[in-house]
Every structure is written in C-alpha cells, then in structure tokens.
C-alpha cells in the first residue's frame, strides 16, 4: 500500500519525460507542450491529494490564472479516449517514482544525510525546491556512479 501521496513535483517530472520535454512549467506556447502541460494539470488536480484548487494549479504552472487551469481540465476530459493511454503511462511511472522518493522538511536533514553516508548508498541526490523555497518537495537518488 502506498504511504506517500503523489506530489505535483513527480506529475511534472514524469510528464515531461513522457513527453520529452525539458520543462513544461515555462510560458512556451509550443503545441506539443502546451499539451503536455494541460495533461499535467489534468493528472495533478484528479490524482494528487490533497486536491490542489485551480488558482493554485495556474500559478504552479507557470502563473497562468485559474481559468487556464479549468480549460486544461477540461480539454483533457473532452479529449480523453486520445490520452488517456499517455495519462496511464504518466500515473504509472509517477506510482513507480513514490518508491524511490525519500521526503526530508529542511535542507540541514538533507546536508546530514548526504554527509553521514553509509558507503553503501549512492551519496548524489536530485533534489526539487517549491518555487526556489527552503523546503524540498522530495529528494530523489540519482542513478549512475
């Protein structure tokens, strides 16, 4: 059973890559974008909980009003027969993703365990800041050496 709720954080992260994209928090108009980001809306506002209000859904995606929020929602729903085999993938691989995420609340958690490594963990993080806070949205081992 799944302790840990999806955080927007993942959804964005997990829907970029779906869709190859380097970010789709920005102002990019782009279609294959804009796409991406309303079915990121759509995912964060039916799958994360606690259920995030339109008006912040706007401004996390790049301080768009609530009213883009809505016709993101909205558009995906209308067009969901089309998506929804990219909506499971992007849920699946975020499902995934909350076994892998270690929550910390401060930065000084975060020093410490990456100071006090146990030399059988792979000592490099990635970690996702809310809007350039103080305080981690998840901190995410890094594959590799």
């Known amino acids: 059973m799944r ?9 964005v992260a997990a829907t970029a890559a779906h869709f190859g994209a380097p970010t789709i928090l920005g102002r990019d108009r782009h279609k294959s974008v804009a796409l991406a980001r309303q ?7 039916s799958y994360v909980r606690p259920t995030p209000s339109y008006p912040e859904l706007g ?18 729903e209308r067009r969901y027969p089309e ?9 699946s691989e975020v499902s995934r993703e909350l076994g892998n995420v270690i929550r910390l609340s401060d930065r000084k958690k975060i020093a410490q365990v ?7 963990c792979n000592p490099s993080f990635s970690i996702a800041f809310a809007h350039g806070g103080d305080s981690p949205l998840y901190v995410h ?5």
């Open 39 to 45: 079915i990121a809306i759509y995912i964060c506002r």
């Open 83 to 91: 998506l929804e085999q990219a909506i499971r993938a992007i849920r």
């Open 141 to 145: 081992p890094v594959d590799g050496p």
């Open 114 to 120: 990456m100071d006090d490594g146990c030399g059988e």
């Open 59 to 76: 401004r996390w995606f790049g301080g768009r009003d609530h009213t883009t929020a809505i016709h993101a929602v909205k558009n995906v």
């Open 3 to 11: 302790d840990r709720p999806p955080t927007v954080a993942l959804v």
